[in-house]
């Protein structure tokens, strides 16, 4: 594998594949090049779409659904696009989900890389701040229609609060107060977070917040999933709070779904 | 015309291992060590500077000598393991793989570099069940040895070793601590207080990632 270099290439994951496998590394222009501007090619490629956060008293809650598509068809019903990236830290992505994977991989990596070799974890802001390098590099991907947008939730341990980062397709970085939604059903999901978002939250009062924008979205978005009871399929959602990232188990999911659906009925 | 002087090739290799390995004994020892629900990793270490480091999910690292050295050799480690595990699969990081590429890496400083490395390092690898367990340790020289239950580098590694080898027995976390920290303190004349040691495991119980460090507070509660 890696050959030991003498010369330090530093505690970067990302440069030090950058450096020694360009070959694999995102967004290489040539890669993008290669792509041609074909719409009916970019289509065969599965894109996951809705995606929050929001905070609550304790931290921060995540959530994604699960549906992926290719162009007017679903390609998956049970994509995972919730990802602990470490103890206090997860991302949900939207985009073409093959460099959004495999971007959440790298960055993954990343975060134990630097951990392992400084013996220190990274600030909140420093893993922000590297997530959006990361996404910078995956420019020219993103000019021939594969984007990579993610959003970036954690705990700050040194501040005490949950924190939320959105991103834009150039690596903007812009921090979120209070909540926050993208994707296809971004902006339905966005409606149903403004309407109900509180500060003060209980995490389950935020998670179920959390579904029921996913639920809206899914109601006006022909590309995002909504709960399915049929076939046991549920958003996924985590909460992240001094105590470490927590996934909210499908059976707690599927009782807020049942409630909240009840309610509906009768209202 | 001045002539070459000739030293032979066995005087020199002769040479380089004696500065090495006095060196290498100048220094503190570190042990890895087997308990029940996996491997201990403890060294007589004063400084805040880390002896002891995790690689990767199951393998660990420490070394003996010169910090610079295998400060410099443990960062490789962990380049060599995360860039495998990320183009491959997390399985696929394996300590042998590490510490034959350790060995090569040791073994061609030390014959084509004026300066051998002055440094003895241990490759340990926690397994599903004791016998899958892996503990390597890597000579200045590049030779490799594949241990059972224990091994010790650095300082007066073989005096330790031989006290290990009539003393050493399977026990819990508890009991294997305090025969390391019995050894280390017969083998010095030193005298050693509590909280001068450093230590980590590997604990298979863990999920994921399987290193973990002993603080001076969670050490002081298994010396009791």
Do not use: W
């Amino acid at each position: 594998m890696s050959p030991f270099q003498l010369n330090d290439p530093g505690s970067s994951f990302h440069d030090l594949l950058q450096s020694q496998y360009p070959r694999l590394f995102l967004g290489r222009s040539d890669t993008a090049h290669a792509l041609t501007d074909n719409a009916q090619l970019l289509q065969s490629v599965p894109h996951g779409t809705t995606i929050l956060a929001l905070r609550y008293r304790d931290g921060v809650v995540i959530c994604g659904d699960r549906r992926a598509t290719e162009g007017y068809t679903i390609s998956e019903r049970r994509i995972e696009k919730v990802y602990k990236t470490d103890e206090t830290s997860a991302i949900a992505i939207s985009g073409a989900a093959g460099p959004c994977i495999e971007m959440t991989r790298l960055f993954q990596v990343e975060l134990e890389h630097y951990e392992k070799l400084e013996g220190t974890l990274l600030s909140m802001e420093g893993k922000a701040n590297k997530l959006s390098q990361m996404i910078k590099t995956n420019l020219p991907m993103a000019m021939q229609g594969l984007v990579v947008i993610p959003i970036y939730a954690g705990y700050d341990l040194k501040r005490k609060i949950g924190r939320i980062f959105k991103y834009d397709v150039a690596g903007g970085r812009y921090e979120e107060r209070d909540y926050y939604a993208t994707g296809s059903g971004g902006r339905d999901a966005k409606a149903t977070l403004k309407r109900l978002f509180k500060t003060d939250l209980s995490g389950e009062g935020a998670t179920r917040i959390a579904l029921e924008a996913i639920y809206d979205a899914a109601e006006a978005d022909v590309a995002t999933g909504g709960p399915d009871m049929l076939r046991g399929i549920f958003p996924n959602v985590k909460r992240i709070s001094e105590q470490g990232v927590e996934d909210v188990p499908d059976e707690a999911v599927k009782t807020v779904y049942e409630t909240m659906i009840a309610e509906l009925g009768r209202g | 015309m001045s002539m070459p002087y000739y030293v032979s090739p066995e005087q020199m290799m002769q040479d380089k291992a004696e500065y090495a390995r006095k060196g290498i004994s100048r220094g503190r020892s570190t042990i890895a060590m087997e308990y029940e629900a996996g491997i201990l990793l403890f060294a007589d270490n004063a400084s805040t500077l880390y002896k002891i480091s995790e690689i990767y999910d199951r393998i660990a690292f420490a070394g003996a000598g010169k910090y610079s050295e295998f400060e410099h050799l443990r960062k490789a480690g962990i380049r060599h393991a995360d860039m495998t595990g990320y183009v491959y699969s997390r399985e696929d990081v394996t300590a042998r793989s590490l510490a034959n590429a350790y060995s090569q890496t040791i073994g061609s400083v030390f014959s084509q570099e004026v300066k051998p490395l002055e440094i003895e390092i241990l490759v340990v690898e926690v397994g599903e069940r004791r016998e899958e367990n892996g503990i390597y340790r890597i000579q200045f020289d590049g030779s490799i040895h594949d241990e059972r239950s224990f091994a010790v580098v650095g300082g007066n590694s073989e005096a330790l070793n031989e006290a290990l080898k009539t003393r050493y027995a399977l026990s819990p976390l508890k009991g294997a601590l305090q025969l390391c920290r019995e050894v280390l303190a017969e083998g010095d004349d030193r005298k050693n207080g509590r909280g001068t040691f450093e230590a980590a495991v590997l604990d298979r119980t863990q999920k994921g990632r399987q290193f973990r460090r002993l603080d001076a507070a969670t050490l002081e509660t298994y010396f009791k």
